[in-house]
């Protein structure tokens, strides 16, 4: 099956600080990558659609300006986490589109102190 | 916003038992997918079944999808204490415009005891 990766697997950073995840596809092109987020013991929740070459289409509730997203290239989707709280703390995950399935990169643990 | 409801939110069985999950969705669906996360990992994808299809079997897996009452059913045979994990069910419909979005349900989380 196709291969999506993330980087960094986890990260600790100070509370005002921002950080950028990346999620690769790397054996196949991806017009559109989804970003979600998942709190402990909860189900993921879909932040953006991103889609290469346009501005991602965000999900309600979620603030555009705090998780930019950048969709520069088929295979390379990144998400950045500005002024990131604790309660950014979360587990991020990535996912790239290829017909109707999706393919899931290992996820990024963001912790926020 | 969440699409699917799973139930039960916990199961715990012994090896060898057979485990039922199930998913109910709110709107139509071009496909609904079942995917296994372990704890603190990443997604594993187990099954896809189209909204034209009835029943679908991979392995161990048996999925069900009747979509007259919107709902999915997942029966893991045979379960395997290396089955524990969360399951969760996934819709994929033309929600806002993107044909590939998933909306995922609520989770349900296995316990196979040996």
């Known amino acids: 099956g196709a291969v999506v990766s993330q980087h960094p697997s986890w990260v600790i950073c100070k509370s005002g600080t921002s950080v950028k995840i990346e999620c690769r596809s790397l054996?196949?092109?991806?017009?559109?990558m989804f970003w979600y987020r998942q709190f402990p013991k909860q189900s993921l929740m879909l932040m953006a659609t991103s889609n290469e070459g346009s501005k991602a289409t965000y999900e309600q509730g979620v603030e555009k300006d705090k998780f930019l997203i950048n969709h520069a290239s088929l295979t390379l989707s990144t998400l950045t986490v500005t002024s990131a709280h604790p309660e950014d703390s979360s587990f991020y995950i990535c996912?790239?589109?290829?017909?109707?399935?999706?393919?899931f990169g290992p996820g990024t643990r963001l912790t926020v102190t | 916003s969440q699409q699917g409801e799973e139930d039960p939110q916990a199961l715990s069985i012994q090896e060898g038992e057979n485990a039922t999950m199930n998913c109910s969705y709110k709107t139509s669906i071009n496909n609904l997918q079942w995917y296994r996360q372990n704890s603190g990992r990443g997604l594993v994808h187990l099954i896809l079944?189209?909204?034209?299809?009835r029943e679908k079997h991979s392995g161990r897996l048996r999925v069900t999808l009747d979509t007259s009452k919107k709902s999915s059913s997942l029966l893991i045979t045979a379960s395997r204490a290396a089955d524990t994990a969360s399951y969760f069910c996934a819709t994929g419909g033309n929600y806002g415009g993107a044909t590939n979005k998933l909306i995922f349900g609520t989770g349900t989380l296995l316990a196979v005891q040996p």
């Open positions: 996912s790239a589109s290829g017909r109707a399935e999706q393919y």
């Open positions: 054996d196949f092109q991806a017009t559109t």
């Open positions: 079944i189209r909204s034209n299809e």
